[in-house]
């Protein structure tokens, strides 16, 4: 959202298992990518980007599935990143994505991202999955604990949170979220900075359709930020356990598979949790506030996405208590 209009979800959060590819490309990537031996490739309908750039599903010759995203330069080189990051958590055995190939560009300056195609569905409630959600996080956490990359080259996702807040100074929230920030910051501090997701909801988290475990999508929230293991856990207890209906039962099963599989101590408070979880829906809102564009509905189902969102979180901290004083 760094345009001075609002632009949709390019692709309205749906999953690569969701999305209808409809649109025959077979020609058109048989003449990008020859040495693949292209069988069939289609086009995800309502893509929302413009000429090759989109997502795509093809399949080889030899039988081989890929899901293909094309990005335009301006995006490639978070999209490369995070696929870099991806892959590396693939190899230590986290459930993330790999890199298929190496980046390719295409003819009009974009570029070309391969991965494989995995069989899976949304996340459909079930104790398995929340389950299985909590381990494969805990996991991925403990693998980034030990990612390889300088600290010295990242910035603190506090500061991109401020720095963003700087942008819209006369919005009527702003008093209420420096006040969430200052809270927040000592308890960042405590725990120490350290790698994350940043950007978990159920777009961003596929089940296999055989074992219901998880994988985890899009890294570019997580490139060049040192971040907190809370935010990935406060966006978890948001999109799947307490909203749009608070699930007390839901959220202790979560958090009680997490915290088992932590290597590290993490002590959980429903209190920082709250103000953790305000913190992103705060974010979220000065980012849409800094691309106004309120003619345009789908800007104002954004906004009142996170309003209520920040209602609810206000809500939850009894909730959250109850479950954790149950674990």
Not at 120 to 142: C, I, M, P, W
Request: net charge negative.
């Amino acid at each position: 959202m760094s345009s001075s209009t609002f632009v949709p979800p390019a692709h309205g959060n749906l999953l690569p298992g969701e999305m209808r590819f409809a649109e025959d490309a077979t020609t058109l990537w048989r003449a990008l990518l020859p040495e693949l031996g292209i069988e069939h490739a289609h086009r995800a309908e309502h893509h929302g980007q413009s000429g090759l750039c989109g997502y795509y599903k093809i399949q080889t010759t030899a039988g081989a599935l890929l899901f293909a995203k094309v990005k335009p330069p301006w995006r490639a080189e978070r999209e490369a990143l995070g696929a870099e990051v991806s892959t590396w958590l693939f190899q230590q055995g986290a459930s993330t994505l790999p890199l298929q190939y190496p980046p390719q560009q295409g003819p009009s300056g974009e570029w070309i991202f391969l991965y494989p195609w995995l069989e899976s569905r949304f996340f459909d409630e079930s104790q398995t999955q929340v389950q299985n959600l909590g381990r494969a996080l805990a996991f991925l956490h403990n693998q980034l604990a030990r990612f390889p990359v300088d600290a010295g080259e990242s910035k603190s996702l506090l500061d991109s949170w401020k720095a963003q807040l700087q942008r819209v100074p006369v919005a009527a929230f702003v008093r209420e979220y420096k006040s969430s920030l200052s809270l927040v910051e000592p308890v960042f501090s405590s725990l120490g900075s350290c790698w994350a997701h940043n950007d978990l909801h159920r777009a961003n988290v596929l089940f296999n359709t055989y074992n219901h475990w998880p994988t985890f999508l899009d890294f570019e929230d997580l490139v060049g930020v040192r971040s907190s293991v809370l935010v990935d856990v406060a966006a978890v207890i948001e999109r799947f356990c307490f909203w749009p209906e608070v699930d007390v039962p839901k959220a202790r099963l979560f958090l009680a598979h997490y915290l088992a599989g932590q290597e590290s101590a993490v002590a959980l408070s429903a209190a920082e949790l709250v103000q953790v979880g305000l913190c992103r829906c705060f974010h979220s809102l000065t980012i849409l506030q800094a691309v106004r564009d309120p003619e345009n509905p789908v800007w104002g189902l954004e906004v009142a996405k996170f309003e209520n969102l920040i209602a609810c979180w206000q809500r939850w901290e009894g909730p959250l208590r109850r479950a954790l004083a149950e674990i």
